[in-house]
């Protein structure tokens, strides 16, 4: 089947408006909730991965205790991958984490929790 040029003008005029119009009508908007609370929480965490070793430096800003742990991935299959303990990131106060793998480091990431 083949379109004519009128009938593929008209099918692209008439995608153009519909396009425009969905564009010029206002949308109802979510409100983005971010999780974020009343009370800000959480260390600032800067991680640097040397070869196979991470080193970690977490500062918290913020009243309120965070007691955070550094998780690390290694690339290699039979390389272990490591948990460490929570260690507790006081009010104003710096913590340096480290961790390590024998080769390569896939994948590096901290948790952050409340002291109870």
């Not at 999780?35 to 640097?48: H, K, L, Q, V, W």
Request: some cysteine; aromatic content about 6%.
């Amino acid at each position: 089947m083949r379109l004519s040029r009128r009938t593929a003008s008209l099918s692209l005029a008439v995608a153009l408006v519909l396009t425009l119009a969905y564009q010029a009508v206002p949308h109802a908007r979510v409100p983005a909730d971010r999780g974020e609370s009343a009370d800000p929480f959480g260390a600032a965490c800067r991680i640097r991965v040397t070869g196979s070793e991470v080193t970690v430096h977490c500062h918290n800003p913020y009243p309120e205790t965070d007691r955070v742990s550094l998780h690390v991935e290694c690339a290699r299959w039979w390389d272990i991958d490591t948990d460490s303990s929570p260690v507790a990131a006081g009010p104003a106060q710096t913590v340096r984490l480290t961790g390590r793998c024998w080769k390569e480091v896939g994948d590096v990431w901290i948790s952050h929790r409340r002291e109870s």
